[in-house]
T-cell receptor, first 111, second 116 residues
Framework: QQPVQSPQAVILREGEDAVINCSSS?????VHWYRQKHGEAPVFLMI?????EQKGHEKISASFNEKKQQSSLYLTASQLSYSGTYFC????????????FGGGTRVLVKP | NAGVMQNPRHLVRRRGQEARLRCSPM?????VYWYRQLPEEGLKFMVY????????ESGMPKERFSAEFPKEGPSILRIQQVVRGDSAAYFC??????????????FGQGTRLTVV
């Protein structure tokens, strides 16, 4: 089942922060975060395996609450290059080795 | 090490023709995944293959679609008798290990199929 992402879209000024949430109704093994720019391939940002784990990539970090089956992506001091659509991909414990992606969150960072 | 290579990048087919999409995974990767993306939408899982075997095809339409990953050569996604609703971007991803390990999936640039 597809994870639910919120918000669907967010507009930021350069330097502002944002949080993107990803929620699943299934028990998860891992959560993967990707960013896709228009007309391009999704680019891997980070993977979170353990409950409570937090990881970072530049000023982008994420957390994973395994018990709540939720993950959040934090964009800190956003840069223009952060614009794009962010997808969370979940690997469900009962669903084998594939990623099921959420509907995406469109992020636009303005100068 | 070249990334995941997909070809063609753009493919135009008339209704009723066949479309063949190719994906060469990264060197050393034996796990391949195909996804479909409609404009302004998310990535929908289609099929997961591991060298010569289809592991999970739960996202594949029952008719007209097939996939293979032979021992030698690229993975092929084949769509027979295409219809306008097949128009989409098709992405291939690969990984060296199954995704229930600490492993990321690398995506190709996609093939944009247009059915006219």
């Amino acid at each position: 089942q597809q994870p639910v992402q919120s918000p669907q879209a967010v507009i930021l000024r350069e330097g502002e922060d944002a949080v993107i949430n990803c929620s699943s109704s299934k028990a998860l093994y891992s959560v993967h975060w990707y960013r896709q720019k228009h007309g391009e391939a999704p680019v891997f940002l980070m993977i979170l395996l353990k409950g409570g784990e937090q990881k970072g990539h530049e000023k982008i970090s994420a957390s994973f609450n395994e018990k709540k089956q939720q993950s959040s992506l934090y964009l800190t001091a956003s840069q223009l290059s952060y614009s794009g659509t962010y997808f969370c991909g979940t690997a469900e414990k009962a669903a084998g080795n594939k990623l099921t992606f959420g509907g995406g969150t469109r992020v636009l960072v303005k100068p | 090490n070249a990334g995941v290579m997909q070809n063609p990048r753009h493919l135009v087919r008339r209704r009723g023709q066949e479309a063949r999409l190719r994906c060469s995974p990264m060197k050393g990767h034996s796990h391949v995944y195909w996804y479909r993306q409609l404009p302004e939408e998310g990535l929908k899982f289609m099929v997961y293959l591991q060298k010569e075997n289809i592991i999970d095809e739960s996202g594949m339409p029952k008719e007209r679609f097939s996939a293979e990953f032979p021992k030698e050569g690229p993975s092929i996604l084949r769509i027979q008798q295409v219809v306008r609703g097949d128009s989409a971007a098709y992405f291939c991803a690969s990984s060296p290990y199954p995704l229930d390990t600490n492993t990321e999936a690398f995506f190709g640039q996609g093939t944009r199929l247009t059915v006219v």
